[in-house]
């Protein structure tokens, strides 16, 4: 699989993170990217146009409070669509386990 990876020219391709474990895409991931994306460019925005009115920039507490932010957000929708591929494999699991048989706690 490695030596396919490397043929190919790189690594996962984007399309491919937004898919879940069927192969569809998924919305709770194509959001989380709309997001993220969103809230990277826009900040970024907004401090330019605050600079360019007020002439003053506050590094300090721009990347103080906009990174803990952003990194506490990312990290949670992450979180949750791992759980949840989590619980669909285990559900899949257990539906695909043959039923259990009683015929040892019968009585004779």
């Not at 507490?61 to 669909?88: E, Q």
Request: glycine share 16%; proline share 4%; hydrophobic share 40%.
């Amino acid at each position: 699989m490695v030596d396919e990876v490397r043929r190919e020219g790189g690594g996962v391709k984007i399309f491919q993170i937004l898919k879940n474990i069927n192969g569809e895409f998924e919305i709770g991931r194509v959001w989380l990217s709309i997001g993220t994306g969103s809230m990277v460019i826009a900040p970024v925005v907004f401090q330019g146009i605050d600079t360019f009115k007020n002439g003053h920039w506050d590094p300090a507490a721009f990347c103080g409070g906009y990174g803990l932010g952003l990194g506490g957000l990312i990290t949670s929708g992450v979180l949750a669509i791992g759980n949840k591929d989590k619980n669909v494999a285990v559900a899949r699991q257990t539906q695909a386990m043959p039923p259990l048989s009683d015929t040892s706690t019968e009585a004779k």
